[in-house]
């Protein structure tokens, strides 16, 4: 009994000392890094006959450690440092574009560049603003190229930050082997494997700092570490990283010109068999931040660079000024990428944009450093030579290079390209138009042919005469009389009697009543402010002038001289004193013709035989609807009526219908001649002063044709008129500059399309295969309407109402029942650029499928212009900065709150381990007094046993 008492008390004072030795030792590493606490597991000791407790076992030291906890440490240490790195180098190149203050970002320069060409635009020809130009688009290029090599830097700088990682990941590796090897050495030994757990555990840890890893456990205590995805990295063996580091330019990529990051794979000799690359596998830690960098990241930002840089440099192009090149002088064609193109053996074989790296040796134009002039007179070819001064090209950048519109452009849906061989005018139901309008108002003259009071020598002639023999010389008076009441001036009364009249010296009839009425006025007593006085008109008729209101009265008073001898005078009884149209030609001729021609059909008009006619009161003659024949109108008043009766009268014998040729009265007392023909007015027997004295001349008068205006940016508007006969290659031929001639339109490039509609847009057209370029264009129709009923395009016939000219030309217009609707036939043209080869979806920025792999995004959506696209540019990376930044702070935080919770677990605790040394102690003293006490019932036995 005594015997097992002491047995216990051993083992558990030995429990005791191995208890104190590890709280000892938990207690001085309390503070020591990658510490575990330690404890000693013990249990009780039972006999195994009777189950008797005969003593306390103690096994090996081990840890106390969560291992769910520690893995998601690790993990969690990884994250950290995939982010940490990226925040260093993304603030590198927040660092190179400088705050926004600074205003040296390559946004910053374009939009100096634009202000640079619009203070250009002031002064087009002036040497000054013109070099200061030319020093920002320096300044532009040397920033494009800056910022292009400082990103190929720091990926250079990755490739060297990745061969660290890797050379310190290998050590690690082979340090973690090395413990593993050790730990299975103390496991089958049955020692305690702690120290050793807490060295592996340190070197996993600053693993985890360069990789995410998995990890288990063998049960001879060997730890495995894989990859992320379970690649085999170290057990008992170890399996290294494999890296070939070499300088990188802009046009590499992985896995094409880039070393990948390999994995070794060994057989059961611990020999070399084969290599797995990891690259693309999320290798997270350091390493995996440093590929994402090499790969993607600032591959993203030299994309952008790179489509940036292009598309200035082609769109300065596209308006006729390559201001950018490349060192040979030229601008990248900028072809759509494939990253679908396979190879002869069917393997991918992407196919990138031809600008990859461009924005790292985009230069200003050597021809434009030797010659500034170039920036106001342009690069490329051009119909007339740009005149010194001219602001066309200038305004072209302005508004174009930096807007978002290339070009405009017309582009036809009518096929004009008509088989049947029908002129376009024939087509489209557009027809000549040609007003010929008399200059005299011919409504003030009663009619034509009354007997002309200068025709005759003396008022005797007139009256009496064979012309006139109902009217006595003798009953000849008629009076005027002047008022003006706004002034309390008159009435005044003179009477004009011819048989006095006669009696005057002057040297005809017309001069006798001149100078009568003048007597008479001065005898009355008229009041000077009426300024009354009767005078010669220019076309020989008797004129009298007042301030004031003058009336005549022709009957009614004592030998009145009547309505009919008062028209021979040219005079009537009213205030508005109209004249016959005899009296406009001051020699009247024997024989009054003149000749009318429309083509080749001839009107020979006798102004002696019109009111025989067309006398007043009857009805005047007008055309129908078809003008077979003319129907009766309303009655003829005045001379107008019966000179258009007459000229409509021979158009009709003619078989000329109205829609040809017409005669018409405008509101203004004027004939007017309307025809779609050619007009020619000769005098023949009436003479010219009399022809003009109807308001006509001799002469060709061309009919107008349907026309319409196009003018080219800002270059003067040229009309472009469509002769009856031409077709779509004559209007082609109008349209076309020719230098020889000098006619057609200068900047413009036509083609017909091949659906036989026509297109134009700015540019050179030689042939249809000119040069194009960018820049706006006008086009307005005139005022001939294209006419369904006569077409013959049915796309035109099937209109339920007219358009006009330009709508008809290019079909621009849209139908809304009855109604048609005239459109502008212009389309604006944003830049655009294929997104991948035979897509046919174009896009004004390439955002997808760049770079040298044809597989990297900018992830720049929605850019407007060139600066707005810098500026997002810009922004990309501080945007970036700021998400990884707050991801790391985030993944930080958390790794923090891990690292506490592992600690609290994990580590010591000093006043936990005080707490469990006493108890310890109490029990150690407690087994040394059991050892006491068994020893003195030892020594009482042995001494009774000697008694």
């Known amino acids: 009994m005594s015997y097992q008492a002491l047995n216990t008390a051993i083992t558990g004072l030995r429990a005791a000392q191995q208890q104190l030795s590890v709280i000892s030792n938990n207690v001085s590493n309390a503070t020591s890094p990658g510490y575990n606490r330690q404890i000693l597991p013990q249990s009780a000791q039972v006999l195994g006959s009777t189950g008797d407790t005969i003593g306390v076992r103690t096994s090996t030291v081990i840890r106390s450690v969560d291992m769910n906890l520690q893995r998601d440490l690790w993990t969690q240490v990884s994250a950290t440092n995939a982010l940490d790195i990226q925040v260093q180098y993304l603030q590198k190149i927040q660092d190179f574009h400088g705050p926004p203050a600074s205003e040296f970002s390559i946004a910053a320069e374009l939009s100096d560049l634009k202000d640079a060409f619009a203070a250009l635009s002031d002064a087009p020809d002036d040497l000054i603003p013109l070099q200061s130009t030319l020093n920002q688009a320096r300044v532009v290029a040397d920033k494009f190229n800056d910022y292009g090599d400082y990103i190929n830097t720091l990926r250079n700088d990755t490739q060297n930050d990745i061969l660290s990682s890797i050379d310190k990941i290998n050590g690690l590796l082979q340090e973690i082997t090395s413990i593993n090897i050790q730990v299975r050495g103390s496991e089958n030994a049955n020692r305690s494997k702690a120290g050793l757990q807490d060295q592996r555990d340190i070197a996993i840890k600053e693993l985890t700092e360069e990789m ?85 990241t600032l591959p993203q930002y030299q994309a952008q660079a790179d489509e940036l840089a292009y598309q200035v440099a082609s769109r300065f192009e596209d308006q006729g000024l390559k201001l950018f090149t490349d060192k040979d002088g030229n601008v990248p064609i900028g072809d759509a990428p494939d990253p679908f193109n396979l190879d002869a053996f069917g393997q991918p074989d992407p196919i990138a944009v031809d600008y990859v790296g461009f924005a790292n040796i985009m230069q200003v134009n050597t021809k434009i450093v030797d010659d500034v002039s170039l920036l106001q007179r342009g690069t490329y070819v051009s119909d007339e030579a740009i005149p010194t001064g001219d602001g066309e090209l200038i305004r072209r950048v302005l508004e174009h290079t930096f807007g978002a519109i290339d070009y405009q452009q017309i582009e036809g849906t009518i096929n004009l390209d008509d088989p049947a061989g029908d002129p376009l005018v024939t087509q489209l139901g557009l027809t000549p138009t040609n007003n010929i309008i008399g200059g005299v108002d011919l409504g003030n003259f ?151 021609a429309f083509g080749t059909d001839i009107l020979t008009i006798d102004l002696s035989s019109i009111s025989t006619n067309f006398s007043l009161g009857a009805p005047a003659l007008v055309s129908d609807a078809t003008g077979a024949a003319f129907v009766a109108g309303a009655p003829i008043d005045d001379a107008v009526d019966q000179l258009m009766s007459e000229v409509n009268r021979q158009l009709n014998a003619l078989g000329i219908l109205p829609s040809e040729a017409q005669a018409t009265q405008n509101t203004y007392g004027q004939i007017v001649l309307s025809t779609q023909r050619d007009v020619s007015i000769t005098a023949t027997t009436i003479g010219t002063d009399a022809l003009n004295s109807l308001g006509f001349q001799e002469g060709v008068f061309a009919a107008e044709n349907p026309n319409f205006t196009i003018q080219v940016g800002t270059s003067e508007p040229v009309t472009v008129f469509l002769e009856p006969t031409d077709t ?133 959506y929605s850019a407007f212009d060139l600066v707005d696209y810098a500026q997002k540019l810009v922004n990309s990376t501080s945007s970036d900065l700021a998400i990884v930044q707050s991801s790391f702070e985030n993944e930080d935080t958390l790794r923090e709150i891990i690292q506490r919770d592992f600690s609290d677990l994990s580590g010591v605790n000093i006043d936990e381990e005080m707490s469990n040394l006493i108890i310890v102690q109490t029990a150690y003293a407690a087994a040394a007094r059991t050892i006491t006490a068994v020893d003195e019932m030892f020594q009482e036995l042995i001494n009774s046993i000697r008694r």
């Not at 611990?270 to 350091?286: F, K, L, M, P, W």
């Not at 031929?733 to 057609?744: D, H, R």
């Not at 604006?828 to 995004?857: C, H, K, M, Q, V």
């Open 212 to 296: 995410d890893i998995t990890f288990f456990e063998r049960a001879d205590g060997v730890l495995v570490v894989q990859t992320s995805d379970g690649l085999q990295l170290a057990d008992d063996q170890t399996y290294k990283l494999e890296y070939n580091n070499a300088p990188l330019s802009a046009q590499q990529y992985y896995p094409e010109s880039i070393n990948g990051i390999f994995v070794t794979c060994l057989d059961g000799h611990n020999r070399q068999v084969a290599s797995i690359d990891i690259t693309e596998r999320e290798i997270g830690g350091r390493l995996g931040g440093l590929v994402k960098l090499r790969d993607e």
């Open 728 to 860: 779509i290659n004559d209007l082609v031929a109008k349209l076309e500059w020719n230098a020889t001639t000098q006619t057609g339109i200068p900047g413009l490039f036509v083609e017909i399309n091949a659906d036989g509609g026509l297109t134009l847009r700015p540019g050179i057209d030689d042939q249809n295969g000119g040069t194009v370029y960018g820049g706006d264009i006008t086009i307005n129709s005139s005022a001939f309407n294209a006419d369904p009923a006569i077409a013959t395009n049915p796309a035109i016939n099937a209109l339920p109402s007219v358009v006009n000219v330009v709508s008809a030309l290019f079909g621009s217009f849209t139908v809304n029942g009855a109604t048609v609707n005239n459109n502008s036939p212009i389309t604006d043209f944003t830049y655009e650029s294929e997104i991948t080869a035979g897509s046919d979806t174009f896009t004004n920025f390439r955002n997808s499928y760049l770079g040298p792999g044809a597989d990297i995004s900018t992830d720049i």
């Open 446 to 596: 009663a009619q034509i042919d009354f007997g002309m009071l200068s025709n005759f020598i003396t008022i005797g002639n007139i009256f009496g005469s064979p012309a006139n023999p109902v009217v006595p010389v003798t009953n000849d008076q008629f009076q005027i009389t002047f008022s003006d009441v706004s002034r309390n001036l008159g009435p005044t009364t003179i009477t004009v009697e011819l048989s006095i009249a006669a009696a005057q010296a002057a040297p005809n009839a017309l001069g006798q009543v001149v100078q009568e009425i003048n007597d008479q006025l001065a005898v009355s007593g008229i009041d000077p402010l009426l300024s009354a006085s009767a005078s010669i008109g220019i076309n020989g008729q008797l004129q009298i002038e007042s301030s004031g209101e003058f009336s005549i009265t022709t009957t009614g008073i004592p030998n009145a001289l009547g309505d009919a001898a008062a028209a021979s005078l040219g005079i009537k009884g009213d205030p508005s004193f109209p004249e016959s149209l005899l009296n406009l030609f001051p020699n009247y001729p024997a024989d009054d013709e003149f000749e009318i």
